[in-house]
């Protein structure tokens, strides 16, 4: 069955200290909530062991890891493997964030190569997808989004469609202070859900979790989450302030 969604992608902020306060402060506030909703917490590598361990009282928070490499394991320094995010009481992954994609030039074909990885080692994905202004502007922004995301997951089962999330964020809206209107994201939700649909057939497109990024917050939570289609938020800026994520959960109710 589809789930409601709000995920924190706290992306690079917070020392380990900083992260076990919020953590602390969200547990203090959070909501019961009903068996289709779920709250994510994606903190950066170093701080996923302690949230693991502040998160396990926590039935309906699961932990996120924002990245892993697309080979199974050798010789690349720095890199963070779906088995080691595994191995930390990881479930989710986000895969194909705009900031991967444009800073660290990951194209479709290795976004796809992560995707495997982290199904192989029985990690969730949340995979994100989103045009730029010039391809919005230019109305173009269905068959650019449907590009990403046929590139991205098509290669995958219907079995293996049930562990992806996706998430359209519009790199417009991200960090920009200029959310999508609900009618911008509903459009493009709806278009997503329709693509889904033609490759995996209508049950499958029913069941997927198709979340909404881009200057979410309290504000303009509910609005956007009434939208038939749009299944809750990736959030970023506002997920670092526990009463402001606090309000977007909320807002899934
Ligand atoms: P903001 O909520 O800061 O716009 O970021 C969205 C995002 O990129 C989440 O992954």
């Known amino acids: 069955m589809r789930k409601k969604i709000v995920a924190a992608n706290w992306k690079m902020n917070l020392t380990l200290n900083q992260g076990a306060e919020l953590v602390n402060d969200l547990f ?34 699961h932990l996120a890891a924002q990245n892993c490499h697309h080979e199974a394991a050798g010789a690349y320094t720095g890199e963070i493997s779906a088995a080691m995010l595994k191995s930390a009481e990881v479930e989710y992954v986000i895969i194909g964030h705009s900031e991967r994609r444009l800073y660290f030039k990951e194209d479709d074909a290795t976004l796809a190569k992560k995707v495997n990885q982290a199904l192989t080692n029985e990690l969730k994905v949340i995979f994100c997808c989103g045009e730029p202004l010039e391809i919005r502007d230019a109305n173009t922004q269905n068959s650019f989004v449907e590009s990403q995301i046929k590139a991205g997951l098509f290669h995958l089962s219907t079995e293996q469609l049930e562990e992806i999330v996706l998430a359209y964020e519009p790199i417009w809206a991200i ?33 997927m979790s198709i979340l909404y990024g881009g200057s979410c917050k309290a504000s303009n939570a509910a609005e956007l989450f009434a939208c038939p289609d749009v299944d809750g938020g990736l959030i970023g800026g506002a997920s670092l302030k526990a009463e402001e994520f606090l309000g977007i959960i909320e807002a899934l109710s």
């Not at 999508?180 to 995996?200: F, L, P, T």
């Open 175 to 207: 960090g920009t202070g200029r959310t999508a209107s609900s009618a911008q994201a509903q459009d493009m939700h709806e278009h997503i859900r329709s693509v889904i649909a033609k490759q995996y057939g209508q049950e499958a497109a029913d069941n």
């Open 28 to 61: 203090n506030g959070m909501p019961v909530l009903n068996d289709d909703k779920l709250v994510i917490l994606a903190p950066p590598f170093t701080h996923l062991t302690q949230t693991a361990e502040q998160l396990a009282g926590m039935i309906d928070v």
